[in-house]
């Protein structure tokens, strides 16, 4: 049986935190099953979820997906570069057409 499979058909969420109510990808994994299913693990927290490690039970530690870099200013330029051109009068008669204007 896969580690995946294992893992959800046996663990539980132990422990209930705002994020846990907020965010439905929030999974336990014992020290043991870090240790021998490492590589699954940090494949399920690049796919975005985040695990929660427990000691006995017990949270101890958190693993999250870390932010994306940012772009640097050239990459931002470049992009910047390649924007469509913006007509701003046609822009403004399609706010008017699409807005209330009596508020």
């Known amino acids: 049986m896969r580690f995946g499979a294992l893992f959800e058909a046996t663990h539980t969420h132990r422990r209930s935190r705002l994020t846990r109510d907020t965010l439905s990808s929030v999974s336990d994994v014992t020290i043991r099953d870090l240790r021998n299913h490492g ?3 940090v494949d399920r927290v690049l796919s975005g979820e985040t695990i929660v490690i427990t000691r006995s039970g017990v949270p101890v530690a958190e693993l ?4 994306p870099e940012g ?3 050239a990459a931002l330029l470049a992009r910047w570069r390649h924007l469509p051109s913006v007509d701003f009068a046609t822009f403004r008669a ?9 508020l």
């Open 71 to 73: 772009l640097d200013a």
């Open 64 to 67: 999250v997906p870390l932010p």
């Open 39 to 41: 590589g699954e693990v």
């Open 94 to 102: 399609d706010l008017n057409r699409a807005l209330d204007a009596s």
